[in-house]
């Protein structure tokens, strides 16, 4: 992949952040998370996993914003020095 065509993918990674629907995906994602983050209703050893499992899914998409947008700057970055 050469530079311009991860710039653009960048660029829809930015654009997709910036709407409406990605917000409201990242609220019912938090939701999730604080639905799935107690003990109260795990009466079992593999409920236990399966929340475990699950909390890490969306953990995950909850810092995937974040990631990208990190892994953006260290890209810039390491243009800059590049000239």
């Known amino acids: 992949m050469d530079n311009s065509e991860v710039l653009k993918q960048y660029e829809e990674y930015f654009d997709l952040f910036s709407r409406s629907g990605w917000q409201l995906f990242m609220e019912d994602v938090e939701s999730m998370i604080d639905g799935l983050d107690s003990l109260d209703y795990v009466s079992s050893l593999e409920e236990l996993h399966s929340h475990k499992g699950q909390l890490l899914i969306l953990k995950r998409i909850r810092g995937f914003q974040n ?7 260290d890209l810039q970055q390491n243009s800059e020095e590049l000239y």
């Not at 990631?67 to 700057?73: H, K, R, V, W």
């Open 67 to 73: 990631a990208i947008e990190a892994a953006y700057e």
